[in-house]
C-alpha cells in the first residue's frame, strides 16, 4: 500500500511539474517601426492609441526642467526599441530618458546627455541594434539603452 501511494504521488509530481516552468516566447521584438509625436496634455499625460500607451510625464519634466508643468504643450518624441526599452525626449531637452516596463509604470533605467543647450527639433528613428537621434543639422547619434554609442559624421 505505502509503494502504491509513493508511485502515484511520484507520477503525480512527474505529471504536474512541468506545468510549473515558465513558457518563453523567443524571440520577441518589441520595436515600434516609427517613433510616436505625442503633445503633453494639462494633466501630464500623453497618449499613444496605436500601442495603447498611456503616461503621466509630471516626474520626467521636473527632472529635466525641475518645473512639473513645464511639459504642458510639448509635443514630446517616443520610440521602442526591439529589446522593448521606451526612449523619449523633447525640444529643450538636454537627454534622452530610457525607460522599462514596470508594474503599472515606466520605471527610469539610465538618462543619456545628448546636448548641452538643449536640443531644438529631435527625432527618433530605428537602426538596429541602436536608436537614432536626429536634430536638425547635427550628426545622427546613435543610442543603446544605456547610452550614447557613436555621433555619425
Request: charged share 15%.
Amino acid at each position: 500500500m505505502l509503494t502504491r501511494c509513493l508511485n502515484f504521488a511520484l507520477f503525480t509530481l512527474i505529471v504536474l511539474l512541468p506545468g510549473c516552468a515558465s513558457l518563453s516566447l523567443e524571440p520577441a521584438i518589441f520595436a515600434w517601426p516609427v517613433e510616436s509625436v505625442l503633445t503633453v496634455n494639462s494633466m501630464n499625460m500623453i497618449e499613444e492609441g496605436r500601442y495603447a500607451l498611456a503616461v503621466n510625464v509630471g516626474s520626467l519634466a521636473i527632472a529635466e526642467f525641475s518645473d512639473s508643468t513645464a511639459l504642458w504643450g510639448i509635443t514630446l518624441r517616443v520610440i521602442r526599441n526591439g529589446q522593448g526599452y521606451y526612449f523619449i525626449t523633447g525640444p529643450r531637452f538636454k537627454h534622452v530618458y530610457v525607460f522599462r516596463t514596470g508594474e503599472g509604470s515606466l520605471v527610469g533605467t539610465s538618462r543619456i546627455a545628448v546636448s548641452t543647450t538643449g536640443l531644438t527639433s529631435p527625432a527618433f528613428n530605428q537602426r538596429a541594434p541602436y536608436v537614432e537621434l536626429v536634430d536638425g543639422s547635427a550628426p545622427p547619434r546613435l543610442l543603446t539603452n544605456s547610452d550614447l554609442v557613436e555621433e555619425k559624421q
